[in-house]
């Protein structure tokens, strides 16, 4: 890598890990151009040189503590030996992870990324093919296995998550949830609703 490369990635580092101190110190009005660059240190042509814009550099911090998560949830599914355990560790890091990155947290569950993820479902779905591949995969062996209920891949994680995402925005945004209870609550609750019935 040729210096001028390490600068332009030393760079990008930086303005990512001050736009996400920004966002949790101030939420999503305080990310000005002007709030990054001082915290940051870095030029506004910098910021605009690497990402475009405002935007293009939130979206930039969203999909990197997507992929970060998703790592989590994919290493934690492939220590476990059953579905159930694998359902049960999924939601556990999870859990940890918001409690572990909260400031992230906050923008992953943020109306910015539900925008996002809207307009872009398929760009951030491709973008994360590599990390999302291996969840679809446990959950086809576990289907043939007869582990999990022979429901779509699709309707499996919104099982699996939409409980999940719903305890971590309420935490995030009220804290009138004890994470640590729902680590110990959820996982059976969810693995019932998922677990294939008697054949």
């Not at 503590?65 to 790592?71: I, K, M, T």
Request: aromatic share 4%; glycine share 10%; charged share 25%.
């Amino acid at each position: 890598m040729s210096p001028k490369q390490h600068r332009g990635e030393v760079t990008v580092e930086q303005l990512l890990d001050a736009t996400l101190r920004v966002y949790g110190e101030s939420g999503e009005q305080g990310l000005t151009v002007g709030a990054v660059t001082a915290a940051s240190g870095v030029s506004p042509g910098s910021l605009y040189h690497h990402f475009g814009s405002m935007d293009g550099l939130l979206t930039a911090l969203l999909m990197r503590w997507l992929e970060r998560l998703l790592v989590r949830m994919v290493t934690a599914l492939e220590r476990s030996d059953s579905a159930r355990a694998g359902v049960e560790a999924l939601v556990r890091a999870y859990l940890a992870f918001i409690r572990d990155h909260r400031d992230a947290g906050l923008l992953l569950h943020s109306s910015r990324a539900d925008e996002l993820g809207m307009r872009q479902a398929k760009q951030l779905r491709d973008a994360q093919e590599a990390r999302l591949s291996p969840l679809s995969a446990w959950v086809g062996r576990h289907i043939e296995s007869g582990e999990l209920a022979p429901l779509s891949v699709s309707v499996l994680e919104s099982l699996i998550l939409g409980p999940v995402i719903g305890v971590s925005r309420r935490w995030l945004t009220l804290g009138d949830i004890d994470l640590d209870e729902a680590a110990e609550v959820l996982p059976d609750r969810i693995w019932r609703s998922v677990a294939a019935g008697p054949r």
